[in-house]
């Protein structure tokens, strides 16, 4: 099996360290020729870390002018991710491309269409896609296995402390543009393009600290609305992390999304007289057992790794990435059709 040369440019993205680490984890697959850094200060930062230990630092422009790399991590901080993945897709590699992907539609824009030319990979860092609980949804949701879905409401809400939120405050759509954007990636996975998208974006201002720290987007769909809240401010807001999936032949709750995921399916058995139907609540539940991650990212990057040696094709369309950006810049109030964006 031939090994992937991969390299890493930035540590600033919040999934950063960890991602790198998944691909330490696999020598047989990967082989890191390098990490990049332009910040002095965060070299600093990480050269000293576990991580980081006996790998060779560079610039960009050195790693990328290595005639053998075959992909490189994107995962600078946020706002620098879609230009650095150009430069990576100017160079001819394949790109992990750590979310959302930028403000700047047109950029992203450009950026898929010519990975698309060159059938280069471009994989989004949404690594809740590869939860088992998600993959149980994808697979009954393809199989009607729910009847017709009238109803989505999902929650990405964490408690941060003062410093995370001060760095929260430099994103216009503050945390349903940052945090809100994996479930947007789902939602539209899972019910395609909604017909208008209503975003109500609530600032606390606690602490001193200006910015959109908490929101509810609504999509609006023909058969009903989806809802996605977000917080920067819940109490054990982790636990509460959810989705819950509606369909006129049942339902998939899935609280908390990880550590420890549960989920639960709750089926309509018509067969039943009324009485004893009523009594069981219309339906029967059951806790699904799920199969253990080796870790959050693991199953993600072999994918990627995977999808690089022609194994398998990506299942996630350049269109179906763009149209969640949009979808997520429209969730965060930004001024932004969803209207389709030739690639």
Known sequence: MKRIRIGQIGTGHFHAEATLATALKYPDVFEVVGIAEVSPEAYKTYRNKKTYQGLTWMTPEELLANPDLDAVLVETNEWDLVPVAQKCMDAGVHVHLDKPAGEDIDAYAKLLRQAKHKQLLVQLGYMYRYNPAIQYCYQALANQELGEIFEIDAV????????????????????????????????????????????????????????????????????????????????????RRQLVICGSKGTIEIKPLENPTVMTVAMADHSKGPAEYLHDHHAIKRTIDLPELPGRYDTQLLDFAAMIRGEKANPFTYEHELLVQQATLKASGFDISLDEIPL
């Open 156 to 239: 990405m809400s964490t408690e941060h402390v003062l410093a995370v939120r001060q760095y929260l405050s430099r994103f216009r759509g503050g945390t349903m543009y940052i945090f809100g954007c994996h479930l947007i990636d789902l939602l539209i996975s899972f019910m395609g393009k909604p017909e208008r998208i209503i975003p109500f974006q609530g600032q606390t201002g606690f602490d001193g600290v200006a910015f959109y720290d908490n929101g509810l987007a609504v999509f609006e769909y023909p058969k009903g609305a989806c809802s996605i809240r977000t917080s920067s401010l819940e109490v054990k807001g982790y636990d």
